[in-house]
């Protein structure tokens, strides 16, 4: 394991600058708007309803096919 991360770290090492930067363009810096957005959309789209009921199916599809 040694001789891997040092050779993984050697080669990331001798990367350009630009190589080891993540590409992206943050256009809308809001973070909870845009997690609330989400979330709205989430309940509102009817997503919400299908993981409930989704959840309690499987809940009973559990419980009858246990054993003991």
Do not use: C, E
């Not at 997690?35 to 989704?54: E, N, P, R, Y």
């Amino acid at each position: 394991m040694n001789i891997f991360s040092d050779s993984a770290s050697h080669i990331i090492w001798h990367l350009p600058g630009y190589w080891t930067l993540l590409a992206q363009n943050i256009t809308d810096p809001n973070l909870i708007g845009q997690m609330q957005k989400v979330f709205t959309h989430f309940v509102q789209s009817g997503q919400a309803w299908a993981l409930l009921i989704g959840l309690g199916i499987g809940y009973m599809i559990r419980n009858l096919t246990s054993y003991g």
